[in-house]
């Protein structure tokens, strides 16, 4: 069972372990970047999965200017630098997380209704993923310093529909 958590400083001897594959660096930051970034933005925010006790994937998450690039809705939050930590790759964690994220989002960001990413066009294993988990191309395309990049949107469909 897997459990998303906001990351705190206790955390911080898994982050500088986290592993990446270099092939999955060039579509990815790793988390030390990212949570470096966070404290330097009051609008990011770093989340661990963890399993046992252990990392096994992290994400990042803003609002504000970040995600208003990329929609036009006001409640919408950006999921920036996915990752599973190579040691636990095809294990099924990263789908479990990006499945748990609504519950998470309900939870600590009530108000977000549409959970946006971007991920390369060359990316295709997790191209696939985030289709399985019920992620739409916006077709919206942006060119970045990696390469082209998708626009892809999940609606949290609990709150279009009127539950809360």
């Known amino acids: 069972m897997i459990q998303l958590k906001a990351y705190t400083p206790s955390y911080q001897k898994h982050i500088e372990a986290y592993q990446l594959l270099e092939e999955h660096q060039r579509f990815t930051e790793l988390p030390t970047v990212c949570v470096q970034k966070a404290k ?8 661990l999965t963890i399993s046992d006790e252990q990392l096994v994937t992290f994400f990042s998450l803003s609002v504000g200017d970040a995600v208003q690039m990329y929609t036009e809705n006001s409640n919408a939050i950006l999921l920036r630098s996915f990752s599973t ?20 989002l309900e939870k600590h960001f009530p108000n977000i209704t549409e959970i ?4 390369n066009c060359l990316n295709h294993p997790a191209i696939k993923l985030y289709q ?4 739409k191309d916006t077709t919206q ?8 990049q998708m626009v892809y949107s999940r609606k949290m469909v609990h709150k279009i529909e009127g539950g809360s």
Do not use: H, T
Not at 132 to 135: D, E, K
């Open 116 to 119: 946006i990413l971007l991920v």
């Open 141 to 148: 395309r942006i060119r970045g310093i990696k390469g082209e």
């Open 40 to 47: 330097d933005d009051s609008q990011r925010f770093s989340v």
């Open 85 to 104: 930590d190579s040691n636990y790759q095809g294990r099924g964690y990263a789908k479990q997380s990006l499945m748990a994220l609504p519950f998470y």
């Open 132 to 135: 399985a988990c019920g992620f």
